[in-house]
C-alpha cells in the first residue's frame, strides 16, 4: 500500500505570494492533519481534517487554510507568505481520525525568500 | 495547554548499548495517548511506540521500550542494543483524548540521537 504523499517536495516563493500545499493519504484513511516544522518553534500543528470538515485548528494566523476533498486528498495553502514561513509542512494520514496513529509523508520544504 | 519536554537535545550511545531519552509533559487531563516519533534525514515521521494513559503496562515494541511514570508526568523511551539505523530526531508527542483528540499532537523539540560505530 502506498505511504502518504507530499508534493511537491521542495517550493521557493517570494514574499507577498501564495503556495499550495497538495497532500494524498493512505487509500482508506479519511483523516488527514498538517504539521509546520521549524527549527525555532519545532513541529505545531496546523489543522485536522475527517470527511471534508475541519475538526480544529491549530494557533496560525487567517492567512493558513486547507481543505480535504472527497477522495480524502487535502491541501493546505498559505497567501501573503512572509519569511517566518520558511518551514518543513508535514502531512498526516488516519485511518478515522482522532486518535488513530498518524502515518506522515515526507513533507514539503517552503522556502520563502 | 499541554506542554512537552525534552530536555536532552543530543544524546550519543555505542552501537549494541542502551540508551534512555527523557520526556516530561505538563497536563490536567487524565486521559491522553503518548508517543514517540522518530524523524530520520529522510523527514518522514515515523511512529515508534504509543502509550495508553490508562493502561499501566509500558508499552514495547522489539527493542523499544517506555517507562511511564504517570504520576510524575514522565515518558522515557529505552532503546535496546542500538544500531546505526537508529540514529534520528526523536520526538515525544502528546494528544488529548477529549473530543476525540482533534487538537492534533503536542511535540517536544526533540533528542538527537548519534550511533557511534
Known amino acids: 500500500k502506498a505511504g502518504v504523499t507530499q508534493t511537491p517536495r521542495y517550493l521557493i516563493k517570494t514574499r507577498g505570494q501564495q503556495v499550495t500545499l497538495s497532500c494524498s493519504p493512505i487509500?482508506?484513511?479519511?483523516?488527514v492533519s498538517w504539521y509546520q516544522q521549524t527549527p525555532g518553534q519545532g513541529l505545531q500543528f496546523l489543522f485536522e481534517?475527517?470527511?471534508?470538515?475541519?475538526?480544529n485548528k491549530g494557533n496560525f494566523p487567517g492567512r493558513f487554510s486547507g481543505r480535504q476533498f472527497s477522495n480524502s486528498r487535502s491541501e493546505m495553502n498559505v497567501s501573503t507568505l512572509e519569511l517566518g514561513d520558511s518551514a518543513l509542512y508535514l502531512c498526516?494520514?488516519?485511518?478515522?481520525?482522532?486518535?488513530?496513529?498518524?502515518?506522515f509523508g515526507n513533507g514539503t520544504r517552503l522556502t520563502v525568500t | 495547554a499541554q506542554t512537552v519536554t525534552q530536555s536532552q537535545p543530543e544524546m550519543s550511545v555505542q552501537e549494541a548499548e542502551t540508551v534512555t531519552l527523557s520526556c516530561t509533559y505538563d497536563?490536567?487531563?487524565?486521559?491522553?495517548?503518548l508517543f514517540w516519533y522518530k524523524q530520520p534525514p529522510s523527514r518522514q515521521m515515523i511512529l515508534v511506540i504509543r502509550?495508553?494513559?490508562?493502561?499501566?503496562q509500558n508499552a514495547t515494541e522489539n527493542r523499544f521500550s517506555v517507562n511511564f511514570q504517570k504520576a510524575a508526568k514522565s515518558f522515557s523511551l529505552k532503546i535496546s542494543d542500538s544500531q546505526l539505523g537508529d540514529a534520528a530526531m526523536y520526538f515525544c508527542?502528546?494528544?488529548?483524548?477529549?473530543?476525540?483528540?482533534?487538537?492534533?499532537?503536542?511535540f517536544g523539540k526533540g533528542t538527537h540521537l548519534i550511533i557511534q560505530p
Open positions: 497536563t490536567s487531563e487524565s486521559d491522553y495517548y
Open positions: 502509550q495508553e494513559a490508562y493502561k499501566q
Open positions: 487509500s482508506g484513511h479519511r483523516s
Open positions: 498526516a494520514s488516519s485511518l478515522k481520525g482522532g486518535n488513530s496513529p498518524l502515518h
Open positions: 508527542a502528546y494528544r488529548s483524548a477529549d473530543g476525540g483528540g482533534a487538537d492534533g499532537l503536542t
Open positions: 481534517y475527517f470527511s471534508e470538515t475541519q475538526r
